[in-house]
């Protein structure tokens, strides 16, 4: 059990390393209490399992790097090659749910619950330690040291220095090099910790002492891509199939040990790195290979280690939480999906390191080839800090990165989440809210970000290869939004991947974020196909707040031009109020249309109650079938050819012969009569599907089928849409 008690606290409070926490109540802390994890299908899974750490600054400041924030892109690629992968936040030590900083602060003692014990990882193959912004304790290096020594891997992702995301004046190089740049006597932390003061030597340090390697102290842009990528042959096979990797502001690291450590990436005699803006020196000390290694891996015993200079190009710009300091929201770099990213080289990475090996060394034995040397491992520029101590900027009032009391609300390791509401969209009378409401896209798009979502729509394109989806507005088909896929969802909903899925409406419970730079939803937690149409009767039967898709007959308006009423198409006895929204009333409204009047209406929208009686309201989509339609009908029939013949958007009415089902059961093929090489796609209507599929029902395959709808693609396919009736002709 490891602990910080207050007197460790006070030996540092003056330095401005820690401070002194306040003996207040302690807070619930449960509105994000489960560490979230991500398992591969039962046919890939590998059996391994990777740990994201967030237990030492890893959310600090701009950073996310958690599984389902800045770090999602590279989690579900592990995903897909069979990881298990979690996030590791510490030890629950009082066993009350939470995960805590700092734990029971009622004036007993703080007791720290962020911690790493090698008990709490050995179940991992492979543990990820992302821009660590606090120091590990003894005990906790000494965690590590056994994680390795028992033949795991540990990723180091660093950044450029005086990346003090917490403001707390040490960064990743600082934490994981074992020393903080300064020499000044504060950073002689003493008891858990030890000295912490800069050796000013390339040999001392935890980081050099156990894998013969170092994080330089510099600041490099060079968003071009470093070239020199070593062969295949010399870096264990990891570099296979990689190319120039981006540096947005980064470090590079010095081997000092070249059976312990070798680089994989370094700056060619090519490239042309610059000093990053920001940088508090010179930024860029020698250039070339003499920089050192932009990625190095390193054998020390049984266990391994990967390092990397900057963590932009394995991040994607998906941030999960705010800033502790502002709340404002965090912006991360787009790397994953950017030209220069290192997808390949960091899944090539955790399989190295995953994988246990029996060589100790890089000896030059059995093709396990030695480094080089850096050749002036510690630059005389590292060997003072230009900081003297102190944090990267000024923290805001009130704000202090040791006491997670004074964290913003939606930001890791803060008391509380955003307890704001989405207010009733809904200003037409008897305004009832509707349990788990469903938006439309528009609707969504309105919606605060960060706000919980439940979103129906059609999806209509892949976004981001496979990792995305467009999903567009059912009645507003120009208003769309970008849905990150979690690796688990995206064979069965991306389009990509399932082409089948194009067209289908499909209901997303997501968090609205944006994605790729436009309007979006992620962190999906259900995604579903839209029900199929229920009859009346059926529909009354429903759970208030389901989403449902029903059809029945229109039987009368209802509440002026605001609402009709739909019957059973069976049975008259089972009515159901339909709420209009306002851009469906001068199409839909029987007062305003009595023409409609006995047509066969499909809804789909939110079952509630309407006027006091059983509703559906949020109504996303309704189509006429069977009676009265928004589109006039030709009055004769059509050949495919010559329907093939017309622009998009005409009505037409089309025989031909059901030749084979199209997109499983959601539409059919129909052939021209006298030319086998002329076809159209005919989409079916939910209520069309039973009968008409040729995947549901095989006995229409060779039969004439008269179709009336509009003429328009489908599937990139010229195409007959919004089918208002089908008659078999034989």
Known sequence: MISMNKTTLAMVLGAGLFAQVNSVSA????????????TPAASNNNGKTVYFDVSHGGVEGNADWVIDGAFSDFADALVQQG??????????????????????????????????????????????????NRPFTMVEQAALEQYIAAGKGIFFVADHYDADRNLNTWDATEVFNGYNRSDLSKYNLGGEYGDWRNPKSENAGWLVENFGIRFRFNGVDYKQGVSGVESSAQTEGITQGVQPILMAAGATLAVVDAQKAKGL???????NPVKWKHAKDQGLYFGG?????YVAIAKSGAGKAAFIGDSSPIEDASPKYRRQDSGSTKRTYPGWT?????????????????????????????????????????????????????????????????????????????????????????????????????????????????????????????????????????????NHIFVKLESAQRADFNPQLNPAILNQNIIVTGTRNSYMGEAGIRYVSDIKIAPTALSVEQALASSTGEVIEITGRIKSALNGIYALVLEDS?????????????????????????????????????????????????VSQLSLSGGSTNEPSPTTDSSVAEVLALSNGEPVTVVGVITRAVNGKYALELRDD??????????????????????????????RLRVEGIKNNYMSHAGVRNVSRLTLLD
């Open 265 to 271: 990436v370094y700056f060619s005699e090519s490239d």
């Open 83 to 132: 990881y298990t992968v979690k996030e590791y936040r510490g030890i629950d030590l009082n066993n009350d749910g939470a995960i805590r900083f700092y734990d029971d602060r009622t004036g007993n003692g703080a007791q720290n619950e962020a911690i790493i014990t090698y008990d709490a990882i050995k179940s991992s193959d492979v543990f990820v330690l992302a821009e660590t």
């Open 27 to 38: 807070a619930a802390y449960d509105w994000n209490n489960v560490a979230p994890v991500k």
């Open 338 to 478: 950017d030209a220069g990213n290192a997808a390949t080289l960091a899944v090539n990475i955790i399989d190295w390191l995953a994988t246990p090996e029996g060589y100790q060394y890089f000896d030059n034995q059995n093709g396990h080839n030695s480094g080089f040397v850096t050749p002036t491992p510690m630059a005389a520029q590292e060997m003072s800090d230009p900081n003297n101590g102190q944090p990267w900027g000024t923290p805001a009032s009130g704000f202090n990165p040791w006491d997670t009391d004074t964290y913003k609300n939606n930001s890791f390791n803060a008391p509380f989440g955003d307890t704001s509401t989405n207010p009733d969209p809904d200003p037409d009378p008897d305004p009832t809210p509707t349990p788990g409401g469903t938006l439309s896209v528009t609707d969504a798009l309105a919606t605060a970000q960060g706000q919980p979502v439940v979103v129906i729509g059609k999806v209509t394109a892949a976004v981001n290869g496979i990792y995305g989806l467009q999903l567009n507005d059912l009645t507003t088909q120009s």
């Open 674 to 703: 006298n030319n086998t090489q002329d076809t159209v796609y005919i989409k079916l209507e939910s209520s069309q599907r039973n009968m008409y599929s040729p995947q549901l029902n095989s006995n229409v395959i060779g039969k």
């Open 570 to 618: 069976n049975n008259a006895n089972f009515t159901i109020n339909i709420k209009l929204e306002s851009n469906q009333r001068n199409d839909f409204s029987p007062q305003l249309n009595p023409e409609l009047l006995n047509a066969t209406l499909t809804v789909k929208g939110v079952r509630d109650s309407y006027m006091s009686q059983p509703g559906v309201r949020q």
């Open 289 to 293: 290979k003499a920089e050192g290694p």
